[in-house]
């Protein structure tokens, strides 16, 4: 990894200003490119930092949210039209730690005290969760992995895909932020064989595609454990025509008056936001004639702002909200007779119909390195809802129950998971992490008695997490149609994971910038498409 100076790292850990953001570029250590910086503007700082001139509050699209999606989609809208993008978070500068690997474990340890990149909350299932907070969203503080979707999730999803045009822009995406060339560590090759010996088959060598067997894919993680975030499509936008403003939070969207009059026939019609600076001091921001507001606010924050801003159960949109997920994520953690080992992320996965399993392992910690086996399910079929915690305030984390396990069908998939794991753990790969023969765990081990089914359900009911992958919300059918729109409203869509009714392939964020990256040419079929074309 590139050595980072001292200088920049306490220049980076503090919010930009011009000057600031100046010396950042002349020392950039992160071969990063950080062109895009031209449009972003902090609207707290008494000068705005990006030297783009974007600004009479009129545009075609306005973004909510600078996100996995949020970001492909402002560069590829930006080429043929004006776009702002508000964002809540801050640039990702102002947090170095999300540049690196190093720095993506130990975000892992941090508590969310309102500045970090990301923010915390709790499902009312009692599962600790994340999202992302800065500008990149989630793809900056996520770890990485990056595999396309599986033919299900397009077959499911509700929307006609134009196929030719999805491998294009998943194209256009891996030569921007993909790492295709992994080098896999002791743990990740070592968890490969174990797979493969447990019978987890083919071998899928190394492949962005989703195969059934155990393959090795892309990361946002480059060889030197530098992370290139979504936040870096942007590079590809017209810059002259965006305007990315962070530390924007949006607190609802503004509609026309006379289509929102109960005695109006017409369909209720955004003509822009209402948002706020950190200082609290309240702005907004409108759509140009025939503009759009495209919602790429996340899987909690989509449904959220539609809530606030009045559709919901109240006004004849029951769905808003409704089928939220999240794949139950179950893990064992194997203590390191070697606890020097490298940190290592997942490159590796192997793949079945009813689970994948992913290798990980954690930084050392108290002089024990522990090597995670985490399994997901696909789907899920459990779903559950989101609620607001608060009516008017967008900063207070509205409520969500995802209902792990509810489904019978998610708890059978997770216990033939965790007995795959328990299959890997006997395998010869194995041998070099025992202790005295022995593996031993850091925290709980997989049950002993093979045959009682019972235990291994409670073992996946007690030690249920998350992969971060929850999603729906505001699904396509139920709350926008095949082409992203609010249906019954005029001028929203919704661009990002709250529009999905399952997760699509092993992790989601591929297919999350794929989707950004298709934007309009999805929408405006048989439109003249320049860059996706060539
Ligand atoms: C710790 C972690 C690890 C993960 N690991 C992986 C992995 O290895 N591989 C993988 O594929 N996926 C992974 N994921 C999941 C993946 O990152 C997410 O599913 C994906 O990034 C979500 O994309 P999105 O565009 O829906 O939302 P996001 O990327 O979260 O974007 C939403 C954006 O909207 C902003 N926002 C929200 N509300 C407002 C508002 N009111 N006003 C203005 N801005 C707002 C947020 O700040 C954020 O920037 C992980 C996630 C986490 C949290």
Redesign the pocket.
């Known amino acids: 990894m590139a050595p980072i100076s001292l200088l920049v790292v306490l220049l980076m850990s503090c919010s930009f200003n011009h000057h600031q953001l100046q010396l950042v570029l002349a020392n950039n250590p992160f071969d990063q490119d950080f062109s895009y910086m031209k449009s972003v503007h902090n609207i707290n700082g008494e000068e705005e930092i990006g030297s783009s001139n974007y600004n009479n509050n009129y545009y075609d699209y306005i973004i909510?949210?600078?996100?996995?999606?949020?970001c492909p989609l402002a560069a590829t809208l930006s080429e043929n039209y004006s776009v702002l993008v508000?964002?809540?978070?801050n640039a990702p500068q102002s947090h170095p730690t999300v540049f690196t690997l190093a720095g993506f474990f130990s975000d892992?340890q941090k508590q969310d005290d309102g500045t970090t990149p990301?923010q915390s909350f709790t499902s009312k299932d009692g599962v600790g969760?994340?999202?992302?907070?800065?500008?990149?969203?989630?793809?900056m503080?996520?770890?990485?992995?990056?595999?396309r979707a599986d033919d299900e999730f397009f077959a499911k999803s509700g929307v006609e895909w134009e196929m030719d045009l999805v491998e294009k822009a998943y194209e256009w995406v891996e030569e921007s932020v993909v790492s295709t060339h992994p080098r896999l560590d002791v743990w990740q090759s070592s968890m490969r064989e174990a797979l493969l010996e447990a019978g987890v088959g083919p071998d899928n060598g190394f492949s962005l595609n989703h195969k059934v067997g155990t393959k090795t894919s892309g990361s946002l993680f480059d060889q030197f454990g530098t992370r290139h975030g979504?936040v870096q499509l942007l590079n590809r936008a017209n810059l002259d025509n965006l305007r990315v403003v962070v530390q924007?939070?949006?607190?609802r969207i503004i509609f026309d008056s006379t289509t929102t009059e109960p005695s109006s026939s017409s369909k209720p019609s955004a003509i822009g936001v209402k948002?706020s600076d950190s200082k609290g001091k309240s702005h907004k921001a409108f759509l140009r004639r025939k503009g759009e507001i495209i919602l790429?606010?996340?899987?909690?924050?989509s449904p959220?702002?539609l809530l606030l801003s009045g559709i919901g159960p109240q006004s004849q949109h029951p769905n808003v909200g409704k089928f939220m997920a999240d794949n139950p994520m179950n893990i064992i953690n194997i203590l390191l007779p070697n606890s020097s080992m490298e940190p290592s992320i997942?490159k590796v996965v192997g793949i079945n119909d009813n689970y994948f399993i992913e290798p990980v392992i954690f930084q050392p910690q108290l002089n024990m390195t522990s090597g995670s086996l985490a399994e997901k399910i696909p789907g899920p079929l459990s779903i559950g809802s989101l609620w607001l915690a608060n009516s008017t305030d967008?900063k207070v984390t509205p409520n969500v129950r995802f209902n792990y396990f509810d489904n019978p069908i998610d708890l059978s998939r997770c216990v033939m998971g965790m007995r795959k794991i328990g299959e890997m753990l006997e395998t010869e790969a194995m041998n070099q992490f025992k202790h005295n023969g022995e593996l031993l765990f850091s925290g709980p081990s997989l049950p002993n008695n093979n045959s009682n089914n019972w235990e291994w359900e409670s073992f996946c009911r007690t030690t249920v997490g998350t992969?971060?992958?929850?999603?729906g919300g505001c699904v396509v059918g139920k709350v926008v149609d095949g082409d992203f729109n609010v249906m019954g409203i005029k001028s929203v869509r919704v661009v990002?994971?709250?529009t999905f009714n399952i997760s699509p392939g092993t992790?989601?964020?591929?297919t999350?910038m794929m989707l950004?990256t298709l934007g309009l040419r999805c929408w405006e079929k048989g439109q003249e498409n320049d860059e996706l074309a060539s």
């Open positions: 909510i949210g600078g996100g996995t999606a949020g508000l964002e809540r978070g892992l990301f969760n994340r999202r992302g907070r800065v500008l990149g969203g989630s793809s503080i996520n770890g990485g992995f990056y595999s979504a924007a939070t949006v607190d948002y790429s606010a996340g899987a909690i924050g959220q702002l997942t967008v992969f971060y992958h929850y999603h990002d994971g709250s992790n989601p964020q591929a999350l950004g």
